[in-house]
C-alpha cells in the first residue's frame, strides 16, 4: 500500500550539470504527471503520461528537459545543463485514470548553485 | 496569465473558528475543481471536490462551495483546528482534459 515515492528527496547540482529525478507511483495507475513549485508560486504543469506515452508534453519549460516512463510505471524526469532558475521543488503524482484524485509524492527539492 | 487566483497568500484564524479560503478562475470551461492540502515537505494530499454541476460540497469539517456565475470557489472550514495549518491549493480542470491548474495557494495558520 505504498503511496507515490520520489528519490532524491534532495538534489544539490552545479550550473550546467544534467540532474534525473525519479518517480514511483502507485501500482495500477495508469496516469503520471510532473509539476514544479518554484518559491512562492503555485504547482507548474510539466507533463502527463498514459501508460508510457505523453500525450501533452506543452508545460515543458525548454528542451533542457525531458520524460520517460517505462513499463507503465516509473517516471524519470531530465534536466539538462541545469540552470539556476530550475531550483525548485518537482512534485509528481499519479491517479487511476485521468481526471481522477492525483496522490502526490513528497517531492525533489532541487537546488542549483 | 493565471487562470486560478488565490490572492490571499496567508490567513490567520483563531482555533475554533470559521477559516475561509477563497479562489477565482478565469476560463469558464473548468467543470471540476479540487482542494489540496499542504504541510512543509510533504506533497499536496487531497481534501474535498466538487464537480460543476454542483454549488456545495460537504465532507465532515470541510466545505466547498461554487459560484459559477462569479467563477468562484471557497473552502470553509469549521471550526479550525491547529492541525489545519497548512497551505492550501485550489485547482482546477475541464472534461475532456487530463491537466489541473492551480492556484498560488494559501497559508493558513490556526492560532491555539
Known amino acids: 500500500g505504498a503511496g507515490v515515492s520520489q528519490s532524491p528527496s534532495n538534489k544539490v547540482t552545479e550550473k550546467g550539470k544534467d540532474v534525473e529525478l525519479r518517480c514511483d507511483p502507485i501500482s495500477g495507475h495508469t496516469a503520471l504527471y510532473w509539476y514544479r513549485q518554484s518559491l512562492g508560486q503555485g504547482l507548474e504543469f510539466l507533463i502527463y503520461?498514459?501508460?508510457?506515452?505523453?500525450?501533452?508534453k506543452s508545460g515543458l519549460p525548454s528542451d533542457r528537459f525531458s520524460a520517460e516512463r517505462t513499463g507503465g510505471s516509473v517516471s524519470t524526469l531530465t534536466i539538462q545543463r541545469t540552470q539556476q532558475e530550475d531550483s525548485a521543488v518537482y512534485l509528481c503524482a499519479s491517479s487511476s485514470a485521468a481526471h481522477d484524485t492525483q496522490y502526490f509524492g513528497p517531492g525533489t527539492r532541487l537546488t542549483v548553485l | 496569465d493565471q487562470q486560478v487566483k488565490q490572492n490571499s497568500p496567508s490567513l490567520s484564524v483563531q482555533e475554533g473558528r470559521i477559516s475561509i479560503l477563497n479562489c477565482d478562475y478565469t476560463n469558464s470551461m473548468f467543470d471540476y475543481f479540487l482542494w489540496y492540502k499542504k504541510y512543509p515537505a510533504e506533497g499536496p494530499t487531497f481534501l474535498i471536490s466538487i464537480s460543476s454541476i454542483k454549488d456545495k460540497n460537504e465532507d465532515g469539517r470541510f466545505t466547498v462551495f461554487l459560484n459559477k456565475s462569479a467563477k468562484h470557489l471557497s473552502l470553509h472550514i469549521v471550526p479550525s483546528q491547529p492541525g489545519d495549518s497548512a497551505v492550501y491549493f485550489c485547482a482546477a480542470s475541464y472534461t475532456g482534459t487530463y491537466k489541473y491548474i492551480f492556484g498560488t495557494g494559501t497559508r493558513l495558520k490556526v492560532l491555539a
Open positions: 503520461f498514459q501508460g508510457n506515452s505523453a500525450p501533452d
